[in-house]
């Protein structure tokens, strides 16, 4: 089959994609087989192909296509997340670009809107998913709101409400005004903020003077109830139980005294603002203080602020100062630095907010379920890197109440029902709500009844997604057979958004961990260190990406700058990198098609470098075998580039490349066949369409099964392992003396070897090959010689060539004092106890293999030395 000059990924990506899915080859049913499953982390209806998610995907689908082809019922099941918050932003959006507001609309009304939106935009990020060659089984793809998911996240409300883990009740809990919706404790994100503090006066009702209290926030003041001073701080102990009056409002307060008090913080006088402090609310709870609440659900300032009602809350901030000040009741004002809370989906300045919601008590149900944390620490369910285990722990000892009600109308509607006198049953529809109020004495028709119009937090059906993309909650045929599933790959910044939550619902739902291992990848970064972002514009378009360099060449440079659990500093010449390995094989593999097999007995070079790659191959897939048991994927992948790139390409296919004017033997093209197809099998998790492509033309009609479920390439155990270091030590030595006398490559050089090595007596003729040589079997005559040393062989090469001694022995002094200077450089840093002592073990191990270096090539220049003077 003719192939064309230059791989191009755009001719043949399509054409393979599709003919996978034609033949089913990524679909899945259960049957005889030992089944391999992951679940994609379903990716928002609201996104689109990013980095991170290409490089999630890709070790999805390298772990995928490798399970596929061990003989595993390999099963990748896609879906995408319903995204509450993200996915409402985006509908009010466009309906404000349509002159249309929310406000104006019924639930019903905006919810046709949204499902529409959903239908139109909601399938984008699967498609992409295609185009990097993620091998999904489509045909499973789910949605979070779908009916059958949506019915689960409706069961599992009711199940644990009736088992006491659910409750509603009232509670500071974290606000978003942009979004108009609380959050939980994970979805806010600290920032370190430039803030003011400002210094203001309280003064004395009932006693001479002022207190003087910093505050932050004094837009809140209008909602101060107490203010509150340490009991033993001799400052104040006299002016406790006092009254001040609340500075530009004149309400009288009293002065409290509580231990939680930080004498030295300020001025040691706290504001207590119950309705917008978390510290405060609790104290207002032991005082039994009231509760004014100054903004709105929008940050706006409410009714009972008094002041600037209507202003947004930073608006309201400078006035209330401006006000202070005309008033003479601000003392001064100092630069403050502090962590705020924002809203992870929205950015907006969280806002302490008491409301009345649902809760999910966690306390109950880890002391219920002991195994959400034990499984993890000892490994039953097995992250990587470890390291993460100690951060996993430290969260769910500290684990709080988890606020489950979103302030939306996208989502799943919380199934509880309320009659007109404020009572409320929980069930999943208004006829068995009906039934439930009858159970507590109380008749009820349809018309006494209201849903609650809050929905739940979208991680409370996305915790389900393990056992309910398999319909675990209505039926166990299928369920029982994927479930648990094998591997999750994900961030670590939703551990506890996702991944601890899964943990908790297998345990609780299914008696059984969700996945056997976590693997973390990193944050991926740029050359600069920071994090890829939209708001930063260093995040590069993905698609355009593979547009111009192909997916096999960005899975590859996505993956080898990957360490599991590591920032990843991407570089986009790591994508060239991929793009230039990607070549190297397509003109490796055009060269072994240019061949034609003569039926001759194979050459000895031909067997040596079979023989000898056949080894470097198995080697390899040993070493492999364990970094896939330990998510070392970018590790496997190096190992493998460098065996096609270095050892494949450069050394066997030169060892059997034919003379010119020669054949290759037939049988050595068989064997270069079958090394091709072993090496097209091994890499195609990873580049997929490249092998595929090969893979075809390689076999032609004598083709078995295509790439993607032939089998994978086992290591053999018992294989002879052969030394070669030396071989190709004396390769390149000869090759770099052939650059330093300008002699051409296509000279044979006749060559003697003193003391040769048995590992190099036993690749003597590819050796020759390789460098061109011909070795002697005589003793060696007078003549003009050049002696190399490697190790201890003494490699003799004759040159025609008038060699001036003098010349040549100055540049080998020159070489040896060179050497010697750096062998003393690398002594002082390892008689350095200081840098013994704080280096790395590999950095100290890799000085200690460049003093070795050097000193071998200081002695090999001696014995050159010693051999020109004779």
């Not at 402090?277 to 100054?294: A, Q, R, S, W």
């Not at 195994?371 to 490994?379: P, Q």
């Not at 976590?518 to 994090?531: M, Q």
């Not at 490697?790 to 020159?814: D, F, H, P, R, Y």
Request: charged share 30%; with cysteine; aromatic share 12%.
């Amino acid at each position: 089959m003719e192939l064309s000059a230059k791989y191009n990924p755009s001719e043949i990506e399509n054409k393979w994609y599709q003919f996978w899915l034609d033949n089913k080859y990524f679909s899945s049913k259960p049957d005889h087989r030992v089944p391999y499953t992951i679940v994609i982390p379903p990716p928002n209806v609201t996104g689109v192909l990013h980095m991170g998610h290409m490089l999630n995907n890709t070790i999805q689908d390298v772990l995928i296509r490798r399970a596929r082809m061990q003989g595993f019922n390999a099963c990748w099941v896609p879906g995408t997340d319903h995204a509450s918050i993200a996915t409402e932003a985006k509908v009010v959006q466009l309906l404000q670009s349509q002159g249309i507001k929310k406000s104006d609309l019924t639930r019903e009304e905006f919810l046709k809107h949204a499902w529409d939106w959903k239908e139109k935009y909601g399938g984008i990020i699967l498609d992409q998913l295609k185009r990097l060659g993620s091998s999904c089984d489509w045909d499973r793809t789910r949605f979070t709101m779908e009916p059958k998911l949506s019915d689960a996240v409706s069961f599992v409300f009711i199940d644990l409400y009736k088992k006491g883990l659910v409750y509603r009740g009232t509670r500071m809990v974290n606000w978003d005004p942009q979004g108009k919706t609380t959050l939980s404790d994970e979805e806010v994100k600290f920032k370190e903020v430039q803030d003011s503090l400002y210094y203001v006066k309280y003064e004395g009702v009932d006693f001479d003077g002022f207190l003087q209290v910093a505050t932050a926030r004094p837009e809140t003041i209008a909602g101060d109830v107490a203010v509150c001073v340490h009991p033993e701080d001799e400052r104040y102990m006299a002016l406790i139980g006092k009254k001040v009056r609340v500075p530009l409002i004149d309400r009288e307060i009293e002065i409290i005294s509580d231990t939680y008090i930080d004498k030295d913080f300020g001025t040691g006088v706290l504001k207590v603002t119950p309705a917008h402090d978390i510290h405060d609310y609790e104290i207002g709870l032991k005082f039994k203080l009231p509760v004014i609440d100054t903004l709105n659900d929008d940050g706006s300032i409410s009714e009972a602020g008094t002041l600037f009602v209507g202003q947004d809350r930073f608006e309201a901030r400078k006035n209330w100062v401006e006000a202070l000040n005309q008033k003479g009741l601000l003392i001064k004002v100092e630069d403050y630095t502090h962590n705020v809370g924002f809203s992870e989906r929205t950015d907006a300045v969280v806002e302490p907010k008491i409301s009345t919601q649902w809760f999910l008590d966690m306390k109950k149900f880890m002391e219920q379920n002991p195994e959400v944390l034990s499984s993890v620490m000892n490994d039953e369910v097995h992250f990587h890197p470890e390291k993460l285990k100690n951060t996993y722990k430290h969260w769910m000892e500290n684990i709080r109440d988890w606020n489950i009600s979103r302030q939306l109308w996208w989502g799943h509607r919380i199934p509880a029902y309320y009659d007109q006198e404020g009572g409320f049953v929980v069930a999943d529809s208004v006829d068995k709500a009906i039934e439930e109020f009858a159970k507590k004495g109380k008749t009820r028709v349809e018309s006494d009844l209201k849903q609650d119009e809050d929905v739940l937090d979208t991680w409370f059906s996305s915790w389900l997604w393990p056992i309910s993309v398999f319909d675990g909650f209505e039926s166990q045929e299928e369920v029982d057979y994927y479930y648990p599933t094998n591997d999750l790959v994900t961030g670590p910044d939703i551990m506890f958004f996702w991944v601890a939550r899964m943990i908790m619902a297998g345990y609780e739902f299914k008696k059984e961990k969700p996945f056997k291992n976590v693997y973390f990848t990193g944050i991926l970064r740029d050359k600069l260190r920071r994090k890829m972002s939209k708001s930063l514009g260093n995040s590069p378009d993905a698609l355009k990406l593979i547009d111009d360099f192909g997916a096999d060449a960005v899975r590859l440079g996505m993956l080898l700058c990957a360490p599991a659990g590591n920032d990843i500093l991407f570089d986009e010449s790591q994508i060239e990198q991929g793009r230039n390995f990607c070549n190297k094989i397509w003109n490796a593999f055009r060269l072994y098609n240019s061949w034609t097999g003569a039926e001759i007995n194979a050459r000895p070079y031909e067997l040596e470098s079979a023989k000898w790659f056949e080894s470097r191959l198995n080697q390899v897939l040993l070493e492999n075998e364990k970094h896939f048991e330990t998510f070392r994927l970018s590790d496997a992948l190096m190992n493998l580039y460098k065996l096609i790139w270095d050892d494949f390409c450069s050394v066997y296919l030169e060892g059997v490349k034919p003379k010119y004017g020669e054949q290759i033997s037939e049988s050595a093209r068989i064997q270069t066949q079958q090394f091709f197809s072993k090496l097209m099998k091994a890499i195609h998790p990873f580049m997929p369409f490249i092998s595929e492509e090969i893979y075809h033309v390689l076999w032609g009609e004598k083709l078995d099964k295509p790439c993607v479920v032939s089998e994978y390439p086992q290591p053999q155990n018992e294989a002879v392992q052969f030394d070669s270091e030396l071989v190709l030590q004396a390769v390149s030595e000869i090759r770099n003396l052939r650059a330093q006398k300008q002699l051409s490559p296509k000279i044979e050089l006749k060559t003697w070897m003193v003391n040769a090595d048995p590992s190099i007596n036993t690749f003597s003729s590819m050796l020759e090959k390789l460098a061109n040589i011909q070795l002697q079997s005589n003793s060696r005559h007078e003549g003009n010689f050049i002696m190399l040393l490697v190790k201890q062989t003494e490699i003799w090469i004759e040159i025609e060539q008038e060699i001036n001694i003098e010349e040549e022995c100055a540049k080998i002094e020159k070489e040896i004092g060179y050497l010697k200077g750096f062998l003393k450089s690398i002594d002082a840093k390892l008689l350095n106890e200081k840098f013994m002592a704080n280096a790395k073990p590999d950095i100290i191990e890799r000085e200690k293999q460049k003093y070795d270096d050097a000193q071998s090539k200081i002695n090999n220049f001696e014995v050159q030395l010693k051999a020109l003077k004779g």
